[in-house]
């Protein structure tokens, strides 16, 4: 039997959920590309000896500065990285292929984020923005699905 996803009411607004103003403030003070991976690290609480580590960090490293070439505020930063996390979440909850309802949560996620229409929504991306969020998740995470899902989920003997 399979989950049944969440519809986009049920889902939590994300924005400031994990990440605070002064946290994307602090990223931004980086200067370096190892400072802003040791903060990321830092934020998700991984331990850095860890192979996982540097996968997760490199995720959100790259994702922040596709999001920076987008112009995103720090309240879209904010947002973005919590939907990463909770779809990555979503996708190690299980040794089994949940690609078809991790892709029915993250485009209720953005959904909810894009259309303002309290207090069922809120406007965080415009449609422009939440479409071309959707694609670069898409073309990042989605395409290498199986890798994350070999790297980060309990093996099964």
């Known amino acids: 039997m399979t989950a049944q996803a969440a519809s986009p009411s049920e889902l939590?607004?994300?924005?400031?959920?994990?990440?605070?103003e002064v946290n994307i403030v602090q990223y931004h003070c980086c200067q370096s590309k190892d400072e802003k991976l040791r903060l990321i690290e830092e934020w998700l609480e991984l331990d850095s000896s860890s192979s996982q580590t540097a996968i997760l960090t490199n995720l959100y490293y790259h994702a922040f500065q596709w999001a920076g070439k987008q112009s995103y505020n720090a309240a879209?930063?904010?947002?973005?990285?919590?939907i990463i996390r909770q779809l990555h979440a979503q996708c190690i909850s299980t040794h089994l292929n949940n690609l078809e309802e991790m892709m029915t949560t993250l485009r209720g996620s953005i959904t909810l984020h894009s259309v303002e229409k309290p207090p069922v929504s809120i406007e965080i991306y415009s449609v422009q923005e939440s479409k071309a969020l959707f694609n670069y998740l898409l073309d990042t995470y989605f395409r290498h699905y199986k890798l994350y899902k070999y790297a980060f989920t309990p093996k099964v003997y």
Not at 76 to 82: A, G, I, P
């Open 12 to 20: 939590p607004f994300l924005t400031w959920t994990e990440l605070q």
């Open 76 to 82: 879209q930063l904010s947002t973005l990285f919590s």
